[in-house]
């Protein structure tokens, strides 16, 4: 998925799978390098809780660094005790729209509830959106990427709406233009949401997991 790829690993991790999701990772980092190779982040969910690892180095060299050791042996031991369901994504791509030097921007973006990936550009059918990004300064240390705003916007829906996480996402996303591969958390509603409209939506479901996809054509 353009430099995005996950797991959901369901329900009572067992301490002798722990090796095969490092093993997997390591493997997706090496698939998805020729999609981008600025930088590493991945996010592991379990407990109702999200946790994050990123950095802008190589990710063949972050995933050899003893602080990205630490964290995954750390989370996938304390999983293997948790009934819950333990869930993991990450990228090895830089922002595209948006400042790397402005550490919200780097990816994956954690927020209150949703924490998410986003490859791609997107443009916002939203005049005051469209006014703020013309007074901004593209050069500037602060400047806040597409993917941020398109995440907290999310969350802002989600929060003043009684309808799920995957509904707002539907109805948001087809109010904008863009091209986008998405994977987003929420901790609320327990889920993860995977999305393209890049036509590189690749995926293995089961009936226990709490993955949905959402496949635009629009672009």
Do not use: W
Request: include cysteine.
């Amino acid at each position: 998925m353009c430099g995005i790829f996950g797991f959901s690993v369901g329900k009572g991790l067992s301490s002798n799978k722990t090796n095969h999701i490092k093993n997997d990772v390591k493997n997706f980092v090496n698939l998805s390098i020729p999609r981008g190779s600025d930088t590493f982040g991945i996010n592991i969910n379990y407990d109702n809780k999200s946790y994050v690892y990123k950095t802008n180095i190589n990710p063949k060299n972050a995933i050899k660094q003893e602080l990205y050791k630490k964290f995954i042996d750390k989370h996938l031991h304390l999983a293997t005790n948790n009934k819950n369901f333990l869930n993991y994504f990450g990228q090895t791509r830089l922002v595209t729209n948006g400042t790397k030097f402005l550490y919200k921007n780097n990816q994956p973006i954690t927020l209150k509830r949703i924490t998410g990936l986003h490859n791609g550009i997107i443009f916002f059918n939203d005049e005051q959106k469209l006014e703020e990004n013309q007074k901004t300064n593209y050069e500037s240390y602060n400047m806040k990427s597409d993917s941020l705003s398109f995440f907290e916007e999310l969350e802002n829906r989600v929060e003043e709406s009684k309808d799920s996480s995957v509904e707002c996402f539907i109805k948001f996303i087809n109010e904008i233009e863009g091209n986008f591969s998405i994977a987003f958390s929420d901790l609320h509603d327990q889920i993860i949401l995977i999305s393209s409209n890049c036509g590189s939506l690749y995926y293995l479901y089961d009936n226990e997991s709490k993955v949905f996809i959402y496949a635009s054509e629009k672009n």
